[in-house]
């Protein structure tokens, strides 16, 4: 369960494949918006991960909330999900945010980055 307002799902370090997926993080109660920031520091020669903000349905189904588009250099990613957004193409979803939810962050291949 997320405890307060900054939570490091991903500790920073070089990967050279898809990481595991969190089980779940469960959402607070009154909270409404969520922030996810991807920081890249470093990258090799053609890195490509794609970051997905999922959430869990009722009867436990993983569905995609918001797709970002594919990382393939160093810089920083702010994706956001809550009800009073303005949706903005891979980086912003207007969807309420769900009791529980993952982001995946699945690399195209095993350059590191």
Same mark, same amino acid.
């Given at each position: 369960? %997320?405890?307060?307002?900054?939570?490091?799902?991903?500790?920073? *370090?070089?990967?050279?494949?898809?990481?595991?997926?969190?089980?779940?993080?469960?959402?607070?109660? =009154?909270?409404?918006? +969520?922030?996810?920031?991807?920081?890249?520091?470093?990258?090799?020669?053609?890195?490509?991960?794609?970051?997905?903000?999922?959430?869990?349905?009722?009867?436990?189904?993983?569905?995609? %909330? +918001?797709? =970002?588009? *594919?990382?393939?250099?160093? =810089?920083?990613?702010?994706?956001?999900? =809550?009800?009073?957004?303005?949706?903005?193409?891979?980086? *912003?979803? +207007?969807?309420? +945010?769900?009791?529980?939810?993952?982001?995946?962050?699945?690399?195209?291949?095993?350059?590191?980055?």
């Amino acid at each position: 369960m %997320i405890t307060g307002r900054e939570n490091v799902l991903y500790a920073s *370090a070089a990967r050279t494949a898809t990481p595991a997926d969190h089980e779940e993080v469960r959402i607070p109660q =009154g909270t409404y918006g +969520l922030t996810v920031v991807i920081s890249t520091t470093a990258a090799g020669t053609s890195p490509s991960t794609v970051p997905k903000i999922q959430g869990k349905s009722a009867s436990g189904v993983w569905y995609d %909330i +918001l797709t =970002g588009a *594919a990382i393939t250099g160093t =810089g920083t990613v702010v994706m956001r999900v =809550g009800a009073a957004l303005a949706a903005v193409a891979n980086l *912003a979803a +207007l969807h309420p +945010l769900p009791a529980v939810f993952r982001v995946k962050m699945t690399h195209g291949n095993a350059t590191s980055h």
